[in-house]
């Protein structure tokens, strides 16, 4: 499941020992890829909060490794996904989903998927709440002790990208929204940045989540366990959409079914 | 149809196992090359493997000594079926000796590609190979290829010198599909045989010869057990066909099994003469109990001891398996198995004037019932049953860290068999109720304006969720008892601020768990907006998977239990609830939940939970109840209060 010069993780140990008849020496073993996902989702909402989604993702060298692995030992192409792309969300119902290049190691994994998640959004009087991170959320801070005595190993280099653009249900404007920012990690050892936008009636959050380095020693832990923390305070927040007074345009009470 | 019926009537013949096919009473045209042509093609259907022959001969030749002679041959379809190539003999050189192990592989064409014998560690290629490894107690043969279908073939057999069991037959291992199989088991004429068949209406062919009489049993298309999620173990639901003598000898103890009273006689016997405890331990039992006057509290001190004292070591070797070390042993060495420590706490209560009884158990949880009618060894374990006047204590003897009295999932809710002086007597184990099971958790949360919180919780625990909670602890230290609890908390991030493990080691049925948490961002904050999850602790988020037509009974939930949850979360300052979880309620025959949040009077917010399950197990008709039941509960469990900074 591994193409070609993709070194396995159980092999990233740092070091290996290169055999030959002259001067063997220690080399350093480094990975030969990142672990890569992007997504796009586009998403909107019924009247009763449930979020229909149409996803397109795609997965590259540790991430498609990793993704082989548990297609191959999923039941059902559905169960794959449920598990390994839409984790975050509490109940899945699926209209469609298919998965490209399962065997064409040297191309990117690719999914689609056409769901709804009941009562994916929270609607109270006249608010819409949601989270707009609907995949690929970083729920908890992986890093629970508070101190260590030794180094954190990531094993590879991390790259995810995460779009999503909702839809903002007609007669509603967007009241809030969570603001951007951008967050690095020390000696460039690799940022979180998000960006939030609303142009028309869409509202568009792009999310990147870059680790450049794999190894942090004790000393940096702290800035490795803040950097999580960060990240899950940041997409636990929600948007909020206030349905548009009467005077704020024609199209009052505007679900048209 | 024509081909089995003189398949099976010339098959009770001849009754050799090995040796070709057509010795062995085969219709003409059974294939002996097992080729995958000649697999029956329904049988293949959903199949990852299928068992193409399962023979199994039990030649007893008197109530000490039998031969068991096995021979399976299974048709690996695809790389999901390869464990259908792992096989396993136990034996031990004393009561069971193996005299015969044979492997081999076939190629789909039924050509042989590989032969193993029961010495052969032989060096085979990396891709297909098989491994053959022996501790003394099992011998696993791993017969594996790289090119699918294959069949493999592996075939033993067992001298049994001391006899106390006769087989349970499952043709159907793992709910496997199987084209044909057969037991037979062949006695003495003056030989009582006992059967039970369990899963289906199979009476057995009975043929005298002589001296010897046969039973046999066979069965053939056998279709796939489909489990579904969450169902009785395999065991349960395919065909069994359980053996067992009436008369047995193990090692010179002879005895009788036809009916639970002698069996339990039986046992009784070995112990006989093994309650006797030296002079110092006799007088440290009265200084226990002296002064003490309730019949249960001089229980519990020598429980209590007993679990200071001893510990577990498993030691079973021939009758040793049955016959339990004597008191003395263990008062001097400090440790037993199950069998040597009940017998000693039995001596210790003898010594205090309070008679007890060892009770054989089947232990484990969710361990298949004890066929209540067909008196037989269907044990592995024994406890201790004293008998008091209000009610009867059960005591667990191997666990240090038990609370007194409680038998959790090991052993609670099924049959034991009671060895009285009057020999045996089926009896059943208390089942817990609900209500004896809780997790209740008061915590306060103080929420500041940043959207921080410290967060202080108390959690009592009692009867068998004390039991998965303790249990975890008390073998840990300090360090690793915190460690145990930072990955058990299940919030996004926090810092655990401070922990009481005190009652952790006082093996009592109730304990309280309190510890305090810093959470740096417990309420996310929109602009003027904060986002109040209400469910601080123990969310459940898993959703069961959909079942068509679901047939088998429901079994997911561990025991009856009770869940109750009061979280208090006092607001900042100038804050005001916008939106608020409506009530949510939902109940099912098998157990209820209700979900609601409270703006109480002094502006706290109060959340109440509820998740009692009365019933553990419930039937198939119940699924998509138990799927909606979840989903609510998934559901609630997420609910927020939205708060507004004024």
């Known amino acids: 499941m591994r193409p070609y010069n993709l ?56 991430s498609a490794l990793a993704k082989r692995h548990d297609l191959k030992d999923a039941d059902e192409v559905e169960d794959f996904v449920r598990d390994a792309l839409l984790a975050d969300l509490n109940e899945v119902l699926f209209e469609s989903c298919t998965v490209d290049n399962e065997e064409e190691v040297n191309e990117l994994l690719k999914t689609e998927a056409v769901f709804s998640v009941p009562a994916y959004a929270q609607v109270a009087g006249d608010y819409i709440y949601f989270n707009p991170t609907p995949i690929g959320r970083v729920h908890e801070n992986p890093l629970r002790l508070p101190e260590r005595t030794f180094p954190v ?19 509603y404007a967007v009241h809030e929204k969570p603001k951007n920012l951008r967050y690095k990690l020390p000696v460039d050892g690799g940022h979180y940045q998000r960006v939030i936008e609303v142009e028309g009636d869409i ?22 366990r803040q950097f999580y923390d960060t990240i899950v305070a940041t997409e636990a927040e929600q948007v909020v959409l206030k349905r548009v007074s009467e005077s704020d345009g024609e199209e009052q009470g505007g679900i048209d079914l | 149809m024509k081909r089995f019926s003189i398949f099976w009537m010339t098959g009770l013949i001849a009754l050799v196992l090995t040796g070709s096919a057509a010795a062995q009473g085969f219709p003409p045209d059974f294939d002996e090359t097992f080729a995958v042509s000649s697999l029956n093609p329904l049988l293949m259907l959903k199949a990852d493997a299928v068992v193409r022959l399962d023979l199994l001969h039990f030649e007893v030749s008197n109530p000490g000594r039998a031969v068991r002679k096995v021979r399976r041959v299974v048709t690996v379809l695809n790389a999901d079926g390869r464990e259908a190539g792992e096989f396993l003999v136990q034996y031990d050189d004393r009561l069971r000796h193996l005299k015969k192990l044979r492997g081999l592989i076939r190629n789909a064409q039924g050509k042989v590609i590989r032969k193993l014998k029961k010495d052969d560690i032989g060096d085979y290629s990396a891709i297909s ?17 790289d090119t699918y279908p294959y069949t493999v073939e ?45 899963g289906a209406e199979l009476e057995p062919d009975v043929f005298t010869r002589g001296k010897r009489k046969t039973l046999s049993w066979n069965v053939s298309a056998l279709s796939a057990l489909d489990l579904e999620p969450f169902s009785p173990s395999w065991e349960e639901q395919v065909i069994a066909v359980y053996t067992a003598p009436a008369a047995f000898e193990i090692e010179g103890a002879r005895g009788k099994m036809d009916s639970w009273q002698a069996f339990g006689r039986w046992y009784r016997a070995l112990s006989v003469g093994r309650t006797e405890l030296p002079p110092e331990a006799r007088r440290e039992v009265q200084q226990l109990v002296a002064g003490l006057t309730d019949p249960r509290e001089k229980v519990r001190r020598l429980y209590e001891y007993l679990q200071q004292k001893t510990r577990y070591v498993n030691i079973s070797l021939g009758l040793g398996g049955w016959q339990p070390f004597d008191a003395t042993y263990v008062y001097e060495r400090g440790y037993g198995d199950c069998k040597a ?13 309070i008679p007890s009884f060892p009770a054989l158990i089947r232990s484990g949880g969710r361990a298949p019932e004890v066929l209540p009618n067909f008196p037989s060894n269907q044990f592995d374990h024994v406890i201790l049953s004293v008998p008091l006047a209000a009610d009867t204590v059960w005591l667990e003897c191997t666990n240090q860290a038990k609370a007194f009295g409680h038998l959790g999932t090991f052993t609670e809710d099924r049959y034991a068999l009671l060895v009285t002086p009057e020999g045996g007597e089926l009896v059943r184990t208390p089942r817990s109720r609900a209500h004896e099971n809780q997790q209740t958790r008061r915590a306060h949360v103080d929420l500041a304006s940043s959207g921080s919180a410290t967060a202080t919780v108390h959690t009592r625990y009692t009867g068998n ?28 991030s926090f810092e655990l601020v401070n922990v009481d493990f005190s009652e952790v080691d006082a093996k009592r049925l109730s304990f309280e768990l309190s510890f305090q948490l810093k959470l740096p961002s417990y309420a996310a904050r929109t602009g003027k907006r904060f986002f109040l999850p209400v469910n601080l602790l123990g969310r459940w988020s898993y959703i069961p998977p959909k079942v068509e037509e679901r047939t088998q009974p429901v079994a997911f939930f561990p025991y009856a239990f009770v869940d109750t949850d009061t979280i208090r979360y006092t607001l900042p300052e100038g804050v005001t609830v916008e939106a608020m979880p409506e009530l949510v309620e939902a109940e099912t025959s098998f157990g209820r939940y209700r979900a609601e949040v409270v703006l109480e009077a002094d502006g706290t917010l109060a959340y109440h939970r509820l998740l009692e399950i009365t019933k553990a197990t419930f039937p198939a008709e119940e699924y998509d109840a138990f799927r909606d039941f979840m989903r609510q509960i998934s559901q609630a469990d997420r609910a927020q209060v939205v708060l507004v900074k004024q």
């Open chain 1, 7 to 62: 070194l396995p993780p159980e092999a990233l140990n740092g070091k290996g020992w290169l055999v030959r008849q002259d001067n063997p020496v220690w080399i350093p073993i480094e990975a030969t890829g990142r672990y890569k996902h992007r997504s796009l989702v586009n998403a909107s909402f019924d009247e009763g909060g449930t979020l229909l989604a149409n996803l397109k993702a795609s997965d590259g060298d540790y």
């Open chain 1, 153 to 171: 190993d990531l094993t590879y280099p991390r790259q995810l990208m995460y779009t999503t653009q909702f839809k903002i249900p007609e007669g």
């Open chain 1, 203 to 224: 509202l568009s959050i792009q999310t990147q989540f870059v680790v450049k380095r794999t190894v942090f020693p004790p000393k940096q832990y702290k800035y490795l």
């Open chain 2, 129 to 145: 190979g098989y491994s053959l490894y022996d501790d003394n107690r099992v011998r696993v043969a791993q017969l594996y290829h």
């Open chain 2, 154 to 198: 592996f075939e033993y057999e067992i001298l049994h010198d001391g006899l106390i069991s006769w087989p349970t037959w499952y043709p159907q291992y793992k709910g496997l599909p199987v084209e044909y199989g057969r037991y037979v088991v062949e006695a003495p004429s003056n030989l009582e045989m006992r059967y039970h068949v369990h």
């Open chain 2, 341 to 353: 420590l009940t017998n000693y706490m039995l001596a210790l209560l003898e010594e205090a004037d």
């Open chain 2, 465 to 492: 969720q004390q039991d998965d909670v303790r249990q975890n602890l008390v073998l840990r230290s300090g360090q690793e008892r915190k460690e145990w609890l930072l990955e058990n908390i299940d919030i996004g």
